[in-house]
């Protein structure tokens, strides 16, 4: 007998929208033809990885050392943590060393393992919304809860009202979890925002006793538009955590290789690394995928140019300009949050279905906590973009 939480999840509405939506677009390009399909549903990047991962996954085949393919530490390989603190160490501006590195198999993994580590059954998770939609499921995985807190108007942190739901759940709170750039909006918290979030976390901590974790989703960092950059959390807080992949900056989705990296600062920094490292373990991951942690330890570096998405991202927005149809500009990842018709009042799903008609396939909002909004994944081709305009002006007129 299936159990009645995980049959209850599984068949909801909001269960796995994105890929329900990506299954029915194979469906329809399969009845009307690729090229007539117009499926913005997955956040499935199309560039290919750059030279430098092709280069080592090339030496690394090639490496016909005894024992390449046996055990490891549950952490990964020495040396893929002593490089991912070097990436650390670069993007947060302090010294990170290999100990408070944890290899995982993706972002998802590394999620899952935090929260398993820090998470008590009834303790609380705080998420500004919207938000990446499995972020529901990680936290309940754990018997925790997901409190979501609305984003301001132009999806930027409300700080204030973050600062409130703390109080409101007290020493529950295990940890705030913001995902910069942000999928599904794109947009990129300040600096200031940042630094304001990380005073209520150090007033809440001095009130209770507790000082959650700030965990920062951040396997979109790289791609980032108009000289916006991802704002560094370890100067401004100690008990701060980077979660974060491959998946999205190198194009290796499939290859399921991301890590954890904990502030040196944290009071209980190796502690939390041998938490982590026990729930890799108890969960099932055991450790990271061992041809890429020797891959992405080589090429971890590699030059990658995004401006191909910036190109679809500007074509896309002059598309939905002459159809009408309002959105949030990105600032980074690869995402438009569209605003639903006001004659559709607010209803995201049955506007999805709307655009379905004509062959759009959208992820309806209310699955990442944005009822009344709706996302598209712009990583298609230029083509589909342009050849998608007719399409949604011809929705908008309907």
């Known amino acids: 007998m299936i159990a009645p939480h995980i049959k209850e999840t599984m068949h909801s509405k909001g269960a796995s929208v994105i890929r329900k939506m990506f299954e029915e677009g194979i469906e329809l390009k399969a009845k009307y033809g690729a090229d007539k399909v117009f499926d913005f549903t997955l956040g499935n990047p199309d560039l290919d990885p750059p030279e430098a991962v092709v280069e080592a996954v090339r030496a690394v085949a090639q490496d016909t050392a005894h024992g390449r393919h046996g055990y490891m530490p549950n952490a990964g390989y020495p040396e893929a943590r002593a490089a991912m603190a070097r990436k650390t160490a670069q993007e947060q501006g302090v010294p990170v060393e290999a100990r408070h590195v944890v290899m995982t198999a993706g972002a998802a993994s590394a999620l899952n393992c935090v929260f398993k580590a820090v998470v008590s059954p009834g303790d609380v998770v705080i998420v500004p919304a919207p938000f990446f939609a499995e972020y529901r499921h990680y936290v309940r995985n754990v018997s925790g809860s997901l409190v979501e807190v609305p984003s301001r108007d132009d999806f930027s942190l409300d700080v204030d009202a973050i600062a409130r739901a703390l109080r409101e759940s007290g020493e529950k709170v295990a940890a705030v979890l913001v995902n910069s750039p942000n999928n599904p909006t794109g947009k990129v918290y300040d600096e200031s925002d940042i630094i304001?979030?990380?005073?209520?976390?150090?007033?809440?901590?001095?009130?209770?006793?507790?000082?959650?974790?700030?965990?920062?989703?951040?396997?979109?960092?790289?791609?980032?538009?108009?000289?916006?950059?991802?704002?560094?959390?370890?100067?401004?807080?100690?008990?701060?955590?980077?979660?974060?992949?491959?998946?999205?900056?190198?194009?290796?989705?499939?290859?399921?290789?991301?890590?954890?990296?904990?502030?040196?600062?944290s009071a209980d920094a190796d502690e939390f690394v041998g938490a982590v490292t026990f729930a890799l373990r108890t969960l099932g991951f055991v450790n990271a995928p061992a041809f890429f942690q020797k891959v992405v330890a080589r090429s971890w570096d590699a030059p990658v140019d995004y401006a191909s998405y910036e190109r679809r991202r500007n074509l896309l927005t002059a598309v939905l300009d002459r159809a009408g149809i309002q959105y949030a500009r990105p600032e980074g990842a690869f995402y438009l949050f569209c605003k639903v018709p006001e004659r559709w009042d607010g209803d995201d799903g049955a506007f999805c279905d709307h655009l379905k008609k004509f062959l759009i396939l959208g992820a309806p909002g209310s699955g990442f906590g944005g009822r009344g909004w709706f996302r598209l994944a712009y990583c298609v081709s230029e083509q589909t973009i342009v050849d998608s305009e007719a399409a949604f002006v011809a929705a908008m007129r309907a």
Not at 215 to 227: F, L
């Open 196 to 265: 304001r979030l990380t005073d209520a976390l150090k007033a809440h901590g001095e009130r209770t006793g507790r000082y959650p974790y700030l965990v920062c989703d951040e396997p979109y960092r790289a791609i980032t538009y108009d000289g916006k950059q991802v704002a560094p959390v370890f100067p401004h807080y100690g008990e701060s955590v980077i979660v974060t992949s491959f998946a999205k900056n190198l194009s290796l989705p499939g290859e399921r290789i991301g890590y954890v990296a904990i502030n040196p600062a």
